[in-house]
């Protein structure tokens, strides 16, 4: 299984009150490798929109912090599926600091809505298929 993985910098405005991280940082840093999955599998969100009539939706998101971010930090984000079914997938997210430390974890749910009915709908097994590589093998479901 692959994994998408990126690093950002920790910035001044990515801290909040307590001097740390703030948590809507991670929800976004979730988002950022969420787009770069769908691009790594050659389905950019635009694409996924216009040619296949889908939207991709989110219904949750969880995220454990473990230890704290701080100004002058580095965060990677490491990010894989562990679930693949017709009409949803799971997102499995790790991030590490500069010293490869583990410091959170989160999983995010989503649905493939269709565009016009906005109703659940299965991705299309081509769709489905570019997934695979990223996808936690123990967990393949068709």
Known sequence: MEQVRFSEEIHTFDIDFAGHVSNIVY????EIGRLK????IGLPADQIVRELGLLPT????RIRYLKQLFLGDTVTVALWLSRLKHVSAVIEFEFYNQDNILVAQGSQTGLFIDASTHR???LPKAA???FGRFLAREQVSG
């Open 58 to 61: 989110l219904i949750e998101t």
């Open 128 to 130: 489905h298929q570019r």
């Open 27 to 30: 929800v976004r840093w979730m």
């Open 37 to 40: 999955l769908l691009e790594e």
């Open 120 to 122: 659940p709908t299965p």
